[in-house]
């Protein structure tokens, strides 16, 4: 141990949080023990190196040892069968094929190939018959990367690593795999110390990966209270809104009211008027009258205040028709005045119900009269103020067919812009001819769709968190 890990040094893995147990078979053997089928590791030696067989070409022999660190991307030394897949899209072979590569060079049926195993295989398969001798250099390099994979107690070792779950956590196993053979060769009496340093690791990382995950689930937790925090908030500021609005709708009626009051009071100076002119009227037959009596035997005098009298009775008497009909108007106006307000006030609150329930929402103005533009700007406040989360709005622009005869008085910018300031959905059509109809309500019943489905998704998702913390109390 001490000629591997200096001072201060330990051992760094990753895992997936799931404790492992110990092999059956490592429990029942006793503390310091060594292992069954771990020997020492058969290292070659330079007649052996002599004796080896001729292998292919130079060239070949590259190529091989390319293919061989393309499977090997982790550095293991070895490749298996998962490995040999990651092939597919260098070599013209099918996933099957491949398999069918790995099980003729697995000659031992160990799961797994070395280099020198893949390299005299995969020479075979490809028909070299010829054989040249390697280099000193390149022979020691071929011995110093197959001497550990050609020992039997490396496959054992990977064996240990896969029971204890350390093959998914330790990155570097090439460190472990030299300490592993070493201590075999020079201290088999420690090895059980390994297992048990490498047991414990392994507990501390797994223990460490389910605090993460507690810490997550408080995290998530956290999340979901402070949720529920600023919704009640949203709530609390939703009905403050509505109670300034039902305030301005109450200012609003009383100065409805005191304009009546004013009207009616400019009513009563009319009649005041039309009463100082009657009594006039008055005087002026009488003093006709008197100047008749005295003067008539002046009859000129007479025939001009006859004259004179009839273009008063015509003035008096287009004076009082024009009043009566000043009255009606005054009074037609007052009672559709009141009758509007009345009307306006019943739709606001019907539509307001509406608008909380409604999925989606239609407003339509007339391209052709600024009037209906400007009024449907008002409708779309208060729709904004009223309608649900979620809910579809769509700003139409109806009788698109008479712009091209008529003057256009509202441009399709101003609808466009009107529809982005509310965050509306926008089109321009024309219910006679039915132009661009099929578009918007296609267009609509998407999106009504697509709201229905969040609105599922939203009701499952509350229903599992409902569950979990059911669970978890």
């Known amino acids: 141990m001490s000629k591997w890990l200096d001072d201060g040094e330990v051992l760094v893995g990753q895992g997936s949080g799931e404790a492992l147990p110990v092999s059956p078979r490592l429990r029942s053997l006793p503390p310091g023990s060594p292992r069954p089928g771990r020997g020492r590791s058969p290292l070659v030696s330079p007649r052996g190196r002599e004796a080896m067989p001729l292998s292919p070409p130079k060239e070949a022999m590259g190529k091989a040892k390319e293919l061989f660190v393309l499977c090997d991307k982790e550095g293991k030394g070895f490749i298996t069968k998962r490995d ?58 071929d011995v110093d990367e197959t001497d550990w994979s050609q020992d039997p107690t490396a496959g054992t070792f990977v064996n240990i690593l896969m029971e204890l779950g350390a093959d998914k956590l330790f990155k570097d196993q090439q460190e472990l795999r030299s300490l592993w053979c070493d201590l075999q060769r020079d201290r088999p009496e420690l090895l059980s110390v390994l297992e048990g340093v490498l047991v414990q690791a392994v507990s501390h990382l797994q223990d460490a990966l389910r605090e993460r995950d507690s810490m997550e689930q408080a995290l998530r937790r956290r999340e979901s209270e402070h949720d529920q925090v600023v919704r009640s908030i949203y709530e609390d500021m939703e009905t403050q809104i509505k109670e300034e609005r039902e305030k301005y709708v109450a200012q609003d009626s009383i100065k409805q009211k005191q304009r009546g009051h004013q009207l009616e009071e400019d009513l009563k100076m009319r009649e005041q008027e039309l009463e100082n002119t009657l009594s006039k009227q008055k005087e002026l037959e009488t003093r006709i009258r008197q100047l008749s009596s005295e003067q008539g035997n002046i009859k000129e005098q007479n025939e001009q205040l006859r004259r004179l009298n009839f273009q008063l009775h015509e003035q008096v008497e287009s004076s009082r028709e024009q009043l009566h009909v000043a009255l009606s108007k005054l009074n037609m106006l007052q009672n559709h005045a009141a009758q509007e307000q009345v009307d306006r006030q019943r739709f606001r609150s019907i539509t307001e119900q509406y608008y909380r329930k409604a999925d989606g929402i239609l ?19 208060s729709v904004k103020e009223k309608m649900c989360e979620g809910s579809v709005l769509m700003l ?46 296609t267009h609509l019943a998407g999106m009504l769709v697509s709201q229905n489905d969040r609105q599922c998704e939203d009701a499952l998702l509350l229903t ?8 978890c109390t």
């Open 396 to 441: 139409l622009g109806n009788k698109l067919d008479l712009a091209d005869r008529r003057s256009r008085e509202v441009s399709t910018g101003d609808g466009q812009k009107l529809a982005e300031q509310h965050q509306a959905l926008f089109y321009e059509c024309s219910a006679k001819t039915g132009c661009n109809m099929e578009e918007l309500m």
């Open 363 to 381: 407003a339509m103005y007339d391209v052709t009269q600024s009037a209906s533009f400007t009024a449907v700007r008002g409708w779309m406040d």
């Open 84 to 141: 040999m897949q990651s092939l597919q899209g260098e070599l013209p072979l099918s996933p099957e094929q491949l398999e069918t590569v790995f099980d003729s060079l697995d000659r031992e049926s160990n799961g797994f190939l070395t280099p020198a195993e893949f390299k005299a295989g995969l020479g075979e398969l490809l028909g070299l018959d010829q054989t040249t001798e390697l280099s000193q250099d390149e022979a020691d390099e």
């Open 464 to 471: 599992e968190d409902t569950v979990q913390r059911t669970c």
